[in-house]
């Protein structure tokens, strides 16, 4: 279609139109895979020859299908260059993202080959169902298939992702799609092949209900594919969780559907952070006011665009993890001077007064936050990403005093950098980096940051002897994709992909007398003292340090009146794990007195009633916050515990089918759910369920071969700690 047709619409589509679209109807509108059509006649003639390796279910072991259980010709998954005609701006955003290079980019080549030559082309198919949808569903990936594969270009391509119907909340595909069509008529008849663009401009209503759905602007569309698993049939082992970013957000401040986050915001969406409106300056009939919800998805592969050289994608990816993702703050200090017996806790480093010596040690304790992202930090493949925290001591002339995080002259990270990795380990106790997720047994390290938590990191090290003036303390988080064992591997050659910096933090300590730092020195938007109190607090309650932690959130309360409940609350959960029921109840009823709806303070109420034997008061709090967040599952497992506790199965089974709902791989609910039905009498349900469980649950042969792992790493095992300190030598040639 020409440009100058492409801004307006004929009021008629004449005789001859309307004869085409009669024949388009004709040959294109079957129902699909009824007896007798091509539909039905192609998945036929796949079937002959394809490997039904895992049963009846051509599309195991991932978890993805269609509408009519059957294969989708492969000519059906049009080029998305087609609707580039009207579609100009979101095309090309899309071509060069992750979606649009999903299956092609060589990282996942690399990977999916080295699966299928070590298990064969059956197994990819687990893989396709999120990186290959068209070759999943027209039936390619089986040995010897004759099907053209033209898709293989386009990854996850318009028609694919605008073809899903619902989605099932199991991760790895877990989606049903449909036949593609452009035109989906009243009666919901499909029309795909003959559709000419004049059609769809005589149609826009028929051509909305074929692209667009509420579903696709929903975390549950998303999470379909940014949910993964291991199972059995892959592994030869069990179902082992790859990653859960769906589940993640749905338990985050982000997604509203939670009263236990430690902080509170507006409802964001996978959309309104991953599809910010931006400039479509091409054409795109979608834009409004010149704008249309970005197709780059950026997020963080800064891979795709630097292998194909595309530096807008690079700049869009870059800007979104250095715009305040995270945070990091040089919090606080403790000091131990030569001949005293006591440390000294300085906090906030920046508001105190302290002295610093000559031969002083000093440990720094820097909080990272996942500050505005509503998954985990960093999310999904940690096994082959590489975000870590680099901190750096010099002196005034620039010179590095101490160094941790550094990049070393042959590309790789300093083994000892606090990171946040996963560290897979095969079944021989060797180390998994290679992304061979198929052959991984155990798990020796999973660091992660939870949306809306902090992690705390430290750092000791000893006041250099001839220091004088002004030690520079310097912290960052850094990202890169990929790790350089997993990149060098990848494209057989060693290559330096971008390293990004997202958060950095400063101080200025003086040899000698240090103040507080003048406020004029002191940003604007610089995080409040509260909330600053407030993330260490939560870094020490993550790393079960709870006396210290509480202590932090007594000076939370401090800062701020607006927010000493929460901080109030927070003081509560860490006296609850120190089993002082008494002190957290009279924080939790000053907290409920002043404010009767707080969710979050009635549920940690619960708590303190079920360890005093309250049940009822316990049950009246819980089923109070469900009425206000219906889909949050721990009130739902607790009601569930307190409903088996007075026999009420029918209701307990009914709390764990609604986690089941939200969850269908949830451990807990599974395992409630077995003994509920073995208390009914319904033994097949209890079988399956207990099949679940025993799936699910964890191996316990795997905690051993981890802890052998790292006791043959020692160079990765402080890492796996929840509590440590990084012991910093004097930077080389010092």
């Known amino acids: 279609m020409k440009a100058s047709a492409k801004r307006k619409q004929p009021v008629a589509a004449g005789i001859v139109g309307i004869l085409l679209a009669l024949v388009s109807v004709a040959i294109c509108g079957r129902a699909m895979s009824e007896p007798g059509t091509p539909e039905s006649g192609y998945a036929e003639e796949i079937a002959r020859t394809y490997d039904f390796k895992f049963g009846s279910n051509p599309f195991a072991p991932g978890n993805a299908t269609t509408t009519s259980g059957t294969f989708i010709p492969g000519e059906k998954f049009i080029s998305s260059t087609r609707c580039a005609t009207c579609h100009t701006d979101a095309h090309t955003q899309w071509r060069q993202s992750a979606h649009g290079n999903a299956f092609r980019e060589p990282f996942y080549q690399k990977n999916v080959k080295d699966l299928i030559s070590q298990r064969g082309i059956e197994f990819t198919r687990h893989c396709e169902s999120c990186h290959n949808p068209a070759a999943l569903f027209s039936g390619a990936l089986t040995k010897n298939s004759k099907v053209k594969r033209p898709f293989d270009e386009e990854g996850v391509s318009c028609i694919s992702c605008h073809s899903i119907q619902s989605a099932t909340g199991r991760g790895i595909g877990g989606y049903v799609m449909a036949e593609p069509a452009l035109l989906v008529k009243e009666d919901g008849m499909r029309l795909l092949l003959d559709v000419t663009d004049q059609q769809i401009l005589d149609d826009i209503p028929s051509h909305r209900r074929a692209m667009m759905r509420p579903l696709l602007k929903t975390a549950d569309f998303c999470g379909a594919c940014h949910k993964s698993q291991v199972p059995r049939e892959l592994n030869d082992y069990k179902f082992l969780r790859a990653f859960a970013v769906a589940d993640e957000y749905q338990m985050s401040s982000f997604s509203k559907e939670s009263p236990h986050p430690y902080y509170t915001r507006d409802k964001e969406t996978c959309n309104?952070?991953?599809?910010?409106?931006?400039?479509?300056?091409?054409?795109?009939?979608?834009?409004?006011?010149?704008?249309?919800?970005?197709?780059?998805?950026?997020?963080?592969?800064?891979?795709?665009?630097?292998?194909?050289?595309?530096?807008?994608?690079?700049?869009?990816?870059?800007?979104?993890?250095?715009?305040?993702?995270?945070?990091?703050?040089?919090?606080?200090?403790?000091?131990?001077?030569?001949?005293?017996?006591?440390?000294?806790?300085?906090?906030?480093?920046?508001?105190?007064?302290?002295?610093?010596?000559?031969?002083?040690?000093?440990?720094?304790?820097?909080?990272?936050?996942?500050?505005?992202?509503?998954?985990?930090?960093?999310?999904?493949?940690?096994?082959?990403?590489?975000?870590?925290?680099?901190?750096?001591?010099?002196?005034?002339?620039?010179?590095?005093?101490?160094?941790?995080?550094?990049?070393?002259?042959?590309?790789?990270?300093?083994?000892?950098?606090?990171?946040?990795?996963?560290?897979?380990?095969?079944?021989?106790?060797?180390?998994?980096?290679?992304?061979?997720?198929?052959?991984?047994?155990?798990?020796?390290?999973?660091?992660?940051?939870?949306?809306?938590?902090?992690?705390?990191?430290?750092?000791?090290?000893?006041?250099?002897?001839?220091?004088?003036?002004?030690?520079?303390?310097?912290?960052?988080?850094q990202y890169r994709r990929f790790t350089r064992v997993f990149s060098d591997y990848a494209l057989g050659k060693s290559v330096d992909y971008p390293i990004v910096s997202m958060a950095t933090a400063d101080y200025r300590m003086r040899i000698g007398a240090n103040g507080p730092v003048p406020p004029s020195e002191i940003p604007k938007n610089a995080m409040p003292d509260w909330r600053r109190w407030n993330n260490y607090g939560i870094a020490l309650i993550d790393q079960r340090q709870y006396p210290l932690a509480i202590d932090a959130f007594v000076h939370a309360a401090t800062q701020d009146d607006k927010y000493r409940a929460m901080a109030q609350v927070n003081q509560a959960i860490g006296l609850i794990e120190l089993d002082q029921y008494d002190r957290a109840a009279g924080l939790l009823d000053s907290v409920i007195r002043g404010d009767p709806g707080n969710m979050r303070a009635l549920f940690q109420q619960a708590r303190v009633f079920i360890r005093r034997g309250q049940l009822d008061q316990a049950e009246t709090n819980i089923r109070r916050v469900l009425a206000a967040y219906p889909r949050d599952r721990m009130s739902l497992q607790q009601l569930g515990e307190l409903c088996k506790i007075k026999h009420d199965y029918r209701e307990a089974r009914e709390c764990y089918e609604k986690i089941l709902e939200i969850d269908p791989e949830d451990l807990g609910a599974h395992y409630n759910l077995m003994l509920i039905f073995r208390k009914l009498g319904m033994k097949e349900e209890a079988k399956r369920e207990g099949r679940i469980f025993a799936d699910l649950k964890d191996d316990p042969s795997a905690l051993p071969l981890a802890n052998t792992f790292l006791r043959k790493h020692p160079e990765m095992s402080n890492e796996s700690v929840f509590w440590h300190i990084h012991n910093l030598s004097p930077a080389s040639g010092l």
């Open 272 to 477: 309104s952070c991953h599809m910010k409106r931006e400039s479509a300056p091409l054409f795109d009939v979608s834009a409004k006011e010149g704008k249309l919800a970005s197709h780059r998805w950026a997020a963080a592969n800064t891979a795709i665009p630097v292998f194909y050289k595309w530096p807008e994608q690079l700049d869009a990816v870059t800007k979104f993890l250095e715009n305040d993702a995270v945070g990091i703050d040089i919090f606080s200090l403790k000091l131990k001077s030569p001949g005293v017996s006591a440390e000294e806790f300085i906090a906030p480093l920046n508001r105190s007064t302290f002295t610093i010596k000559a031969a002083d040690r000093i440990t720094a304790e820097v909080v990272v936050t996942n500050k505005n992202i509503g998954h985990s930090f960093p999310p999904e493949l940690r096994d082959f990403y590489e975000a870590y925290v680099e901190f750096i001591v010099s002196d005034d002339s620039g010179k590095t005093l101490y160094h941790s995080g550094f990049i070393k002259p042959n590309g790789y990270l300093d083994e000892s950098a606090h990171n946040y990795k996963t560290y897979l380990v095969k079944a021989d106790g060797s180390f998994n980096d290679k992304h061979h997720i198929w052959r991984t047994r155990g798990i020796a390290q999973n660091n992660q940051i939870q949306s809306g938590r902090s992690d705390l990191v430290r750092y000791q090290f000893r006041v250099p002897a001839d220091a004088n003036g002004i030690l520079h303390l310097k912290a960052r988080v």
